[in-house]
Every structure is written in C-alpha cells, then in structure tokens.
C-alpha cells in the first residue's frame, strides 16, 4: 500500500524559509514521476515543483529561484526547500507519485499523478 507522508510545514513570517519533506512507505521514487503541488483557500490545486523520470525539474514560474525540489532515494523522502517566503505562498501543500518506468518529463499538471500525501499546511505572513 502507498503511503506519503508530508511534513514540515509551519507558520513564517514573509522572507522567511521552510523545508517540507515527503516520506514514501510501500514504494520508492525511483522509475516515479514526482512532485509538489499547494492548494489554497478557494482556489484550484497547483503545480508548485515536479522531477521527472528524466532528471529534469519543472517550477511554476511564481517560485523558480525560491523553491528548490529535490530527492533522497536512500531515505525515500521527497524535499522542497523553500526560501524568500511571500504571503501568496500560502497554502497547503501536498505532494504526488505516479509510475512511470518510461522517460518522461516533469509535470505540473494534477491530474498526472495517481499517489497523494494529506498535505502539511504553509502560512506566511506579511
């Protein structure tokens, strides 16, 4: 059984930094399509940071320079680093698998993905 496990998530103020982690039980990363998505009050979930089966990176562009996606196989645990925190940040955030033992490219889309964790709520504030 999948599991995904977020963490980290807190309250900031606007500059400030926060590390999620995404912990996977019953599988590993490797041959999976990866990323993080957020989804705030009323609005629709986004694609926030993605890894690809190909060793590529895709960031939404409100983020790129900000956030940071990486992967640790060996712990099974999915990071993003995220640094210069802004108020619109704010959300929870959530991240995703799906198999895909073929190349492909990182995705920002939702509905690219099978797996979800439950998420870990971020709040900055100004």
């Known amino acids: 059984q999948v599991q995904l496990v977020e963490s980290g998530g807190g309250s900031v103020q606007a500059g400030g930094s926060l590390r999620l982690s995404c912990a996977a039980s019953?599988?590993?990363?490797?041959?999976?399509?990866v990323g993080w998505f957020r989804q705030a009050p009323g609005k629709e979930r986004e694609g926030v940071a993605a890894l690809g089966t190909n060793g590529g990176t895709n960031y939404r562009d409100s983020v790129k320079g900000r956030f940071t996606i990486s992967l640790d196989n060996a712990k099974r645990t999915l990071y993003l680093q995220m640094n210069s925190l802004k108020p619109e940040d704010t959300a929870v955030y959530y991240c995703?698998?799906?198999?895909?033992?073929?190349?492909?490219?990182?995705?920002?889309?939702?509905?690219?993905?099978?797996?979800w964790g439950q998420g870990t709520q971020v709040t900055v504030s100004s």
């Open positions: 019953g599988l590993s990363f490797n041959l999976r399509r």
């Open positions: 995703a698998v799906k198999f895909a033992p073929w190349s492909v490219t990182p995705s920002l889309v939702p509905s690219d993905y099978t797996d």
